[in-house]
């Protein structure tokens, strides 16, 4: 049985019990019933996640995956494929916008080669980096599958061997983020094919293309469509097909939590659609799921709703990276602090409701 | 002149010239232009707020104001009026939910008593606790003024002392709130009168109202409207005949830190009345002003309509203290350290956009 296999068997479903207390829990605490509304149902969650019905959310993660894209010969990206190396180096040396928002939280970036196009200029020291590079960027789709099925296999198990490493280095919650120019282009692949929405309805600008970029991306888009025919049933051949490295080790990470019951907050729309791979090999991890925001790209409403899920903010963001996870993980740690700290009404000596 | 003249005449309009340095400073950094949506309008808009075209956020203050209300007499709240009190000692002894936020990120709570209906047993040496009694809660409006125009006048009066009493302890920003048994009937008045919209459409079920709750809430509120009659064009006359002190007190601390460029961060319904009234005193204020969250209470989005605000998010929140605020304050942080902290594409050495 391989590492994908076993991570899916592993996932069980919500410790109805530590929910009961939880939900128990918050309802004696010094607040109207209900009034703290997303952060209580939240806490409830987190609950049934971790089995523990005060959860302690102290050590987070965020994993920021890299990945090129063959499709990018196309023009489907409104910056060239060499900012992919050059953004890894920022997120190394703490510049970016997850690195930021990483520190404004107080989580750690772990920082993984998936699949960029060139040999990574990086110290062995280097404690944020991780090199699972399963290739030098995806094959353009638009001539034939991005990937072999062998190379999906590796990329998901990828994901997995990388979860399970940091959770040695400590994790009660992980974010899964992204960066790889032109990759909201499989993104919009995958979500037109597993949700069976039209392209045009799922595919956005990326970072800035104008009309005619936009009308290029989705025609490409079909292209690749017409040419990949991967298996409803598979979802490996469809990251294999019209997905990406990235795409791949962020669907691994979310596997690989489920099945470790660690909560994980979804960023954007490239996470999205590495969900979306995830809840197709398996989709009781729902229930681990936390999805943070809702993305400007345009296909990101179609993937939370074919999963069931309900972003936490909407700030027009689009950057991926994580950044989006980052400031969800802290909405989600201060609803298990409320849960934890607050007093109760006998505690304060507060006389409840009549 | 009074310290609300004297306020009111401090308020400036926005520093265009740091707005303008902040925008450009974000159009550097490495990440699609516009990518990180609201968190850099926020940032932008506190550059102009502080003047500052890299304003750092150190020194986080939430005032949390308590007060009674005389109407609660005509059965309006589901929670007695021994909970005001009761409350304001949780919130000092830090197991309250505002304080439970406010510690997640790292602000301090200043907690006021602007009108509690009883003498508080509190040491004179407990640090976070400021005691700006107007009187023992308002007068029952359905049978008359809340409270006299003097003291109307004292209450806004005494929250701009609170601010800037509070400014030599350091403050950056500041968030309101409110505690207080009732305060929703006082602000769904305010609202009511301000907006001109129905008393049925901005009446909600504050802290759990059944429906004949509800009913007979509305019923109590129209009569009140009908028995006062202040001037359309007087703000603390609207105060004194149908408001509350602690919303006194908010109003004040909102014009207070309009007047000395320090962003304020206004947390639900009743800080959103307290809004109203500043706003009606000055309408300057709303450049200064943050809406943090969409409370559930039914008139607060009316509330937001009438300033020209628009949320940061909406988690289904309806509890008061400033809760919502201090999530708020935690994106207008992060909104800053994005503005200070990125690389830009210089920096980075990442190739900007073709």
Request: proline letters at 3%; a negative charge.
């Amino acid at each position: 049985m391989d590492r994908i296999e076993e991570a899916i068997e592993r996932i069980e479903s919500l410790d109805e019990a530590a929910m009961d207390s939880a939900k128990a829990r918050q309802d004696t605490l010094t607040k109207p019933r209900g009034s703290l509304g997303v952060l209580e149902d939240i806490s409830v969650r987190i609950a049934g996640i971790t089995g523990d019905y005060m959860p302690d959310i102290n050590d987070k993660v965020i994993t920021t995956m890299a990945g090129d894209h063959g499709i990018v010969d196309e023009g489907v990206s409104a910056y060239p494929k060499e900012v992919t190396p050059q953004m890894v180096y920022n997120f190394i040396n703490g510049g970016a916008g997850i690195n930021v928002l990483a520190r404004h939280i107080g989580a750690r970036v772990v920082v993984v080669d998936m699949g960029v196009a060139s040999d990574l200029e990086i110290k062995h020291s280097t404690e944020n980096f991780i090199d699972s590079k399963i290739g030098y960027g995806t094959a353009n789709m638009t001539k034939g599958a991005a990937m072999t099925y062998e190379d999906a296999n590796k990329s998901i198990e990828a994901g997995i061997v990388v979860l399970e490493d940091e959770m040695a280095n400590g994790m009660d919650i992980v974010g899964v983020g992204d960066m790889g120019i032109g990759n909201t282009t499989p993104s919009s692949a995958i979500t037109a094919f597993i949700t069976g929405e039209p392209v045009e309805k799922v595919t956005g600008r990326g970072t800035g293309l104008d009309d005619e970029g936009l009308r290029m991306k989705i025609e490409q888009l079909k292209k690749a469509l017409v040419l990949n025919t991967p298996s409803r049933e598979d979802a490996i051949d469809i990251l294999a097909k019209i997905g990406g490295f990235e795409i791949g080790g962020m669907a691994g990470v979310i596997l690989a939590a489920a099945s470790h019951r660690i909560p994980v907050v979804v960023d954007g729309f490239i996470s999205g659609a590495a969900a979306l791979i995830a809840y197709e090999l398996s989709p009781r991890i729902k229930d681990y799921l936390i999805a943070s925001h809702l993305s400007v790209e345009a296909g990101h409403r179609a993937i939370l709703n074919h999963i069931g899920l309900e972003p936490l903010f909407n700030l027009n963001m689009r950057l991926g990276e994580g950044t989006g996870a980052a400031l969800g993980i802290s909405i989600v740690e201060a609803s298990c602090k409320i849960l934890r700290e607050m007093a109760t009404f006998e505690e304060a000596g507060v006389p409840d409701k009549e």
